[in-house]
């Protein structure tokens, strides 16, 4: 699954730098949570029912990425803090 570089991290001696598109096995985007966003599907987490949203994402007119749900209209960078 395609996903961006939020933070960058070293992985297998490399360093993975900030917004470097990065291909990531899906049962490890869940471990990574902070330091990749899946371009593919909202990573936001939702309270109830506690799960990630999964929703597919778009790039909105803020240059954030989003799905369609308003509850997940927040910057990359704050989805991660709740
Ligand atoms: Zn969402």
């Known amino acids: ?6 933070k960058s991290f070293k992985n297998k001696g490399e360093i993975q730098k900030i917004r470097r598109i990065i291909e990531v096995p899906e049962d490890m985007i ?13 990573q936001a987490r939702k309270v109830k ?6 929703a597919p994402l778009r ?4 240059g954030f990425l989003s ?6 209209q ?3 960078k704050d989805q991660f803090l709740t």
């Open 1 to 6: 699954m395609k996903c961006r570089v939020l």
């Open 30 to 42: 869940i471990n990574m949570t902070g330091y990749i966003q899946s371009l593919e599907f909202c």
């Open 49 to 54: 029912p506690d799960r990630i949203c999964g």
């Open 59 to 62: 790039e909105g007119i803020n």
């Open 67 to 72: 799905c369609s749900s308003p509850l997940c």
């Open 74 to 76: 927040v910057p990359v």
